[in-house]
């Protein structure tokens, strides 16, 4: 298995694509710190008398889709690209028991997903909290240990985006179609849940992958378009199925089916 992954990770960082999606997923942080200093010098410029009523959104939240998305494209690429060259011939040829390599790739991109998503989280974090201090009402003031669960949790999200995209990939051996789907998750179904009638609106916005960070620390989504519904222990379980039932749908798949 040791040999499986090593070829894995040599296949993803032997092509220029994967540098151009990690740059991109980094370009997050900067991102996060031109909207903080606009949103400074914004608040400054305010009147003072609308200060006080001042709310920004956590930018570290509202910029987590850019890693999300680049490693949701980076796993689906990871997968469909050995279909589209036949490269997925040799590998299964070499593994013949085959589900090692989606092991292997998962746990490649699972790990760079996982050091992606606490790099631009936590940058994204602390470039914000450095640029607005104590402005917004103090959005930024909270201590990082006091964040800390909640930053945990949103990167945690980015890994589970990267395997949903493998597992897509591997089910679906079309790139453009997995990366419809990653697309639509984070921009289509979440405005088309807000518009469904309540109980409903609520129910399935608790299940957007959005969502989850925030109900796993229990800290709720009362002022988002989210749902928050779901127990710490269920949000949990939910963001692991994200990742996993693709995957194990992918592995069913690729024993069964010929490449």
Same mark, same amino acid.
């Given at each position: ?7 894995e990770? +040599?296949?993803?960082?032997? !092509? =220029? /694509?994967?540098? *151009? ?5 980094l370009?997050?942080i900067?991102?996060?710190l ?7 010098g914004?608040?400054?410029?305010? #009147?003072?008398?609308?200060r006080p ?11 987590v889709i850019v #890693?999300q %998305?680049c490693?949701?494209?980076l796993g689906?690429l990871?997968?469909t ?5 036949? %490269?997925?011939r $040799?590998? %299964?040829?070499?593994?013949? =028991? ?13 790990t760079l997903?996982a050091?992606?998503?606490?790099? $631009?989280?936590f ?6 909290r450095? !640029? ?6 103090g959005?930024?003031? $909270?201590?990082? *240990?006091d964040?800390?669960?909640? @930053?945990?949790?949103?990167? +945690?999200?980015v #890994?589970?985006?990267?395997l @949903?995209g493998l597992?897509?990939g591997? +089910?679906l051996? /079309?790139?453009?179609?997995?990366? $419809?789907?990653l697309a639509?998750?984070?921009?289509v179904v ?13 129910r399935?916005g /608790?299940?957007?992958?959005g969502a989850l960070? =925030? ?14 519904l *779901? /127990? ?8 692991v199925?994200?990742?996993a039932?693709?995957?194990l ?11």
């Amino acid at each position: 298995m040791k040999a499986v992954v090593s070829s894995e990770w +040599l296949k993803v960082r032997s !092509v =220029r /694509s994967t540098y *151009l999606i990690l740059s991109l997923s980094l370009g997050a942080i900067l991102l996060g710190l031109a909207l903080a200093v606009m949103a400074a010098g914004m608040y400054d410029s305010a #009147p003072p008398e609308k200060r006080p009523s001042a709310r920004i959104s956590e930018l570290e939240e509202v910029l987590v889709i850019v #890693p999300q %998305l680049c490693m949701g494209i980076l796993g689906t690429l990871a997968m469909t690209s050995e279909y589209a060259t036949g %490269l997925v011939r $040799t590998s %299964l040829t070499i593994v013949p =028991r085959r589900w090692p390599v989606l092991a292997a790739k998962a746990a490649v991109v699972g790990t760079l997903g996982a050091i992606v998503g606490a790099a $631009t989280v936590f940058g994204t974090y602390l470039v914000s909290r450095s !640029v607005l201090g104590d402005r917004f009402s103090g959005a930024y003031a $909270t201590s990082l *240990l006091d964040k800390l669960p909640l @930053l945990t949790a949103t990167s +945690l999200t980015v #890994p589970a985006f990267a395997l @949903l995209g493998l597992g897509l990939g591997a +089910l679906l051996r /079309s790139t453009a179609g997995a990366i $419809t789907i990653l697309a639509g998750l984070v921009y289509v179904v979440p405005m088309i849940i807000g518009n469904i009638p309540e109980p409903w609106s609520e129910r399935l916005g /608790s299940m957007m992958i959005g969502a989850l960070p =925030r109900q796993i620390t229990g800290d709720g989504n009362a002022s988002s378009v989210y749902g928050s519904l *779901l /127990s710490p222990a269920a949000a949990a379980a939910v963001l692991v199925a994200y990742a996993a039932l693709p995957l194990l749908a992918a592995t069913w798949q690729l024993r069964r089916r010929d490449a």
